[in-house]
């Protein structure tokens, strides 16, 4: 008998390596799919409370900015309102006229568009008709009419 040099494990049961080399056992292969899993849904639940912020922000933001056409608008009215009630004072036939506000003169590239005419009611009450529109880009984001009675 020749001595054979072998690992004092060789023949031990559980000793043989039943994988190929580079492959992962079972339960790690399915400990890395559950982690993977696990982390998808951190990234979906993260992505959706980012996307409600960023929605809740641009809402709040269009709030702000329709807030601030409407503030505009009433400062048209009060405007309109001085102007005619002076040009009245200055001529008792005044019946009304159309008053443009470019863009240069709002902020914002606002332009603002305010017809004012004169009404009466069949006795001696007569009305101030005030129609204010504010236009972005020629596109109107506030309208508004009001009236006054004129004393």
């Not at 048209?76 to 009304?96: F, K, M, P, T």
């Amino acid at each position: 008998m020749s001595p054979i040099a072998l690992s004092p494990f060789a023949d031990l049961p559980g000793s043989r390596v039943d994988h190929q080399l580079g492959e992962a056992p079972s339960q790690t292969r399915w400990g890395r799919g559950v982690a993977a899993l696990g982390i998808l849904v951190c990234l979906v639940v993260v992505s959706t409370l980012a996307a409600t912020l960023a929605h809740q922000l641009w809402l709040r933001v269009r709030d702000a900015q329709q807030e601030r056409y409407l503030i505009q608008a009433d400062w048209l009215v009060a405007s309109a309102i001085d102007r005619a009630v002076y040009r009245i004072r200055e001529n008792a036939d005044y019946q009304g006229e159309v008053w443009e506000i470019p863009e240069n003169e709002l902020p914002g590239g606002l332009r603002g568009v305010v017809r004012t005419a004169i009404k009466q009611d069949g006795g001696k009450l007569r009305f101030l008709v005030l129609e204010v529109k504010i236009l972005l880009n020629e596109k109107i984001v506030v309208s508004e009419t009001r009236q006054v009675t004129l004393p």
